[in-house]
């Protein structure tokens, strides 16, 4: 485990966003670069459109595996009146949102 040690949280997502950053390269790649022809019909289009599809799919474990090792958050109390005040509001607008959406629900 010491040889992973940068990469001590979400392993998966890392394993998810490198795989489908190679596959989808190797496909943009091969669409762009190697003529595929089966019985008159070009494959290679679509090749380079799934490439470019995998790689956006691994942004989405890029920003999974980020997110999940970002440390050393500031506690509330290091943030003292202003972490306060936006927790309040933040509560006050959640609070809002729900109880008008259930009123939504409800009917007339």
Known sequence: MSTCTGLS?????????????????????VGVFV??????????????YTGALMVLMSLGGW???????IEGLASSKEVGHIGNAVD?????????????TLRGQRGP
């Open 63 to 69: 920003v999974m595996w980020y997110s999940g090792n």
């Open 88 to 100: 309040r509001l933040a509560r006050t607008l959640s609070r809002k949102i729900r109880t008008r």
């Open 9 to 29: 949280h979400c392993k998966v997502a890392l394993a998810f966003a490198v795989i489908f950053d190679l596959l989808g390269v190797v496909a943009l790649l």
């Open 35 to 48: 003529p595929l022809e089966v019985k008159g019909r070009d494959f290679g289009d679509l090749l380079v």
